[in-house]
């Protein structure tokens, strides 16, 4: 089936570790992007990429950083400069949203991080 | 800059009853609105979409969304709500001309549905 896969779905780290969150997608889309859920917050944006090998910042990329070597994977890197790094991360994909098309976002299953 | 209001926190409704999951938003131009679903501990479903024409939009598991541009409203409806609907949901919009399509959500509104 096609869809989105992230992994792990939980993870926890100690302080002043960086850890990789994996998200493939399977989809054959070329937006990809990265959000963080807190509760009572919604979804804030993280990084996005429209495209391999480019990314943009999305409203609270500090502490984060991400690459897009393929066009099914997207991964997240958390590092240490993270803050407040525990929260519920989803990775989502669509379709070229160029010229104004208006692709719905596919989701993945999340991934819990857990700052010990 | 473009937002989101989803001014419930929480809606109850009884089961058979027509549930309405509220949503305003502001955007520069014509707006791309969503509606997605999340259960517990998942990922975000999409429902439905609004992108041009008619203002009633019908979407996956019964559910439909009325636009109304002068009240800039994308309201959520369900003529019978289901226990098994009881859930997460959020808005989202979208302009046409944001840059690489980034969409904003709301804060999401928790829907019980009781028997």
């Known amino acids: 089936d096609g869809g989105i896969t992230q992994s792990p779905k939980y993870l926890f780290r100690k302080e002043g570790q960086n850890v990789t969150l994996s998200c493939e997608q399977n989809?054959?889309?070329?937006?990809m992007y990265w959000y963080r859920q807190d509760p009572g917050q919604g979804l804030r944006l993280i990084y996005y990429?429209?495209?391999?090998?480019?990314?943009q910042k999305g409203d609270i990329a500090e502490g984060y950083s991400v690459s897009r070597e393929k066009k099914e994977s997207f991964p997240l890197t958390v590092t240490s400069a993270q803050k407040n790094p525990t929260a519920f991360y989803l990775c989502?994909?669509?379709?070229?949203?160029?010229?104004?098309?208006?692709?719905?976002?596919?989701f993945g299953e999340g991934s819990r991080l857990t700052v010990l | 800059a473009q937002s989101v209001a989803q001014p419930e926190d929480q809606v109850n409704v009884a089961e058979g009853n027509p549930l309405t999951v509220k949503c305003t938003y502001s955007?520069?131009?014509?707006?791309?609105l969503f509606w997605y679903v999340q259960y517990p501990n998942r990922g975000l479903q999409f429902l439905l979409k609004?992108?041009?024409?008619?203002?009633l939009v019908k979407g996956s598991y019964g559910f439909e969304a009325e636009f109304n541009k002068s009240q800039t409203s994308f309201h959520l409806k369900k003529p019978s709500a289901l226990v098994s609907d009881s859930a997460l949901y959020f808005c989202?919009?979208?302009?046409?001309?944001?840059?690489?399509?980034?969409?904003?959500f709301g804060d999401g509104t928790t829907l019980t549905v009781k028997p």
């Open positions: 609004y992108i041009t024409g008619d203002n």
């Open positions: 990429s429209q495209i391999v090998n480019d990314f």
């Open positions: 989502a994909s669509s379709i070229t949203v160029t010229g104004g098309a208006a692709g719905e976002l596919f």
């Open positions: 955007v520069s131009g014509n707006p791309y």
């Open positions: 989202a919009v979208r302009g046409y001309n944001t840059n690489a399509g980034k969409s904003t």
């Open positions: 989809l054959n889309h070329d937006a």
